[in-house]
Structure formats: structure tokens, C-alpha cells
């Protein structure tokens, strides 16, 4: 094949004549996979994100109430 011939394949969906479509990708991408690809990842950055502050927030708090309260004990003689 020469330097300058496309490799075409068959393809069903293809509107192009004779429903054929280069077999090699150009290396452009339709602007609604650059978005949809950009808002999906912002999406999981950002749950990803609040996630992970709650829970270091959430672990702080139980460690710093669980140094507060360590010096606290149950005994059996107080509760008569």
C-alpha cells in the first residue's frame, strides 16, 4: 500500500459512500466527548474531594473526643 492511500474498512454505520471509514484514527475528538469527559472527571474530583475532607474531619473529631474523655472511667461502686 502506498504513503499516501487510507486504509479503509467496512463499517455498517458509516454514512461516507459505500459505508467505508478510515481504519485509522485521526487523533481528533468531537467536542461532546471533550466535555462529557471533562464534566465526568471534574464530577468524580470534586465527590472524591468533599469525601475525603468529611472523613479526615470525621476522624480528627472521634480522636480529639476520645482524648477528652480518656481520663474518664466506669466503676461498678457508683451506680448503687
Known amino acids: 500500500m ?3 492511500e487510507e486504509d479503509y474498512t467496512l463499517h455498517p454505520m458509516s454514512r461516507a459512500p459505500g459505508g467505508r471509514i478510515p481504519a485509522r484514527w ?8 471533550t466535555l462529557a469527559t ?3 472527571l471534574l464530577g468524580f474530583v470534586s465527590v472524591g474531594g ?11 473529631n472521634t480522636l480529639a473526643l476520645m482524648n ?13
Do not use: M, P, Y
Open 2 to 4: 502506498e504513503e499516501d
Open 26 to 33: 485521526s487523533g481528533q475528538l468531537s467536542i461532546t466527548v
Open 38 to 40: 471533562a464534566i465526568s
Open 50 to 60: 468533599v469525601l475525603g475532607v468529611g472523613l479526615w474531619l470525621a476522624n480528627k
Open 68 to 80: 477528652a474523655n480518656a481520663n474518664q472511667s466506669f466503676h461498678r461502686n457508683n451506680l448503687i
